[in-house]
């Protein structure tokens, strides 16, 4: 295979993926904590990540929304959830994964 078909092949595979919706990282995720905060060495934190970092946040709360968005200059996940009668957002910043804006509702 040439160097030029190497190439070629290999930005192909990444366009697939970032059209897929997912990151291409040189560098595996990083795994979880315990803590609130994941440690992000060259990879973003991903979604699933940032709903594990919530339900911590909220313990036995339902996951009911997550989408990103911009938060106090961050890139964010907002993950909404629901526990009883209340409703919280929790925004986890993309690039560290730590919570930089909880806010909880109750619903009536």
């Not at 595996?28 to 973003?44: D, H």
């Not at 699933?48 to 339902?62: E, L, M, W, Y």
Request: aromatic share 4%.
């Amino acid at each position: 295979m040439t160097q030029t078909t190497k190439i070629a092949l290999a930005a192909a595979v990444t366009l697939a993926a970032l059209a897929a919706g997912g990151t291409v990282a040189a560098a595996a995720p990083a795994p979880l904590s315990s803590t609130a905060s994941v440690s992000v060495s060259q990879t973003s934190v991903t979604r699933s990540q940032a709903i594990a970092i919530a339900t911590r946040r909220v313990p036995g709360a339902r996951v009911t929304e997550v989408e990103r968005e911009w938060e106090h200059g961050h890139r964010t996940w907002k993950v909404e959830l629901r526990k009883g009668h209340r409703e919280y957002k929790v925004y986890v910043a993309i690039a560290t994964g730590r919570i930089v804006k909880f806010r909880a509702h109750h619903d009536d």
